[in-house]
């Protein structure tokens, strides 16, 4: 069995607990306008089957065991590709090695499968309502409510990620609907607030693919840290 993987980064030290081997997946269904990986959109031509990609990440598992470290699987969507990732989550767990899952919810289903294999799960809230969602992403929230409601049947941890898009997320009303919204997931462990960039903007121009965000300025850290602030305040009112 073969998946399609856009790239491996070693030593990860963000997408979850301990040092990393972040796996990105290539392919999925959303265009965010935000997205700073476009050139993962489309599924590529670099393959690699389960046990050649098992053999890659061991090679770092003596830097799990010393952090509570251990795989991410981030993309693109890890989900699109779902029998590849349940294969080689199986190998992993048979490793004894924890598995994180960075997602936006919009797979193809076998959801339990799935989540019955990984550790945590890294949550990428997209937006909080129906016209929103479609506007930011080009498709609708039916999939990723799919999910959220299998995530909560799981009972795996939950790591919410959104990110600051300055216009767009930074409002009260919306950080009042956020609140709402996160707080129908059941086992969140932790939200992080992500400061929009410029990092991927050369990507575009390299692609030839139209940036509908190049004119909007970065989201200063301060500015976001506020946001959060008032965010928690609504958050913790229940």
């Not at 031509?45 to 830097?63: A, C, D, G, H, V």
């Not at 076998?110 to 016209?131: H, P, R």
């Not at 039916?142 to 799981?154: D, M, P, T, Y």
């Not at 950080?175 to 050369?202: C, M």
Request: some cysteine.
């Amino acid at each position: 069995m073969k998946g399609y993987i856009d790239s491996i980064e070693t030593f990860g030290l963000v997408d979850g607990p301990g040092i990393r081997t972040v796996v990105f997946f290539s392919g999925c269904q959303l265009r965010c306008k935000y997205c700073h990986n476009p050139e993962m959109w489309k599924r590529g031509n670099n393959t690699m089957t389960s046990e050649e990609l098992l053999q890659k990440i061991l090679r770092n598992k003596p830097y799990f065991k010393r952090n509570q470290g251990g795989v991410t699987f981030s993309g693109g969507e890890p989900m699109l590709q779902k029998e590849f990732l349940i294969d080689i989550s199986k190998k992993l767990k048979a490793e004894g090695i924890h598995i994180a899952l960075d997602t936006c919810g919009v797979g193809v289903g076998d959801y339990k499968e799935i989540l019955d294999l990984v550790d945590l799960v890294l949550f990428d809230v997209k937006y909080t309502t129906e016209e929103g969602y479609m506007t930011l992403t080009g498709h609708t929230m039916k999939e990723s409510e799919k999910f959220i409601e299998v995530l909560n049947q799981s009972g795996k941890p939950v790591w919410i990620r959104q990110v600051m898009v300055p216009g767009m997320m930074d409002s009260d009303e919306y950080l009042q609907s956020l609140a709402r919204y996160i707080k129908r997931i059941k086992n969140v462990e932790k939200i992080e607030f992500l400061p929009f960039h410029h990092l991927g903007f050369s990507k575009y121009e390299e692609l030839g693919i139209p940036n509908p965000l190049k004119d909007t300025p970065e989201m200063k850290p301060e500015e976001s840290e506020k946001c959060y602030q008032k965010f928690l305040s609504y958050y913790e009112k229940g």
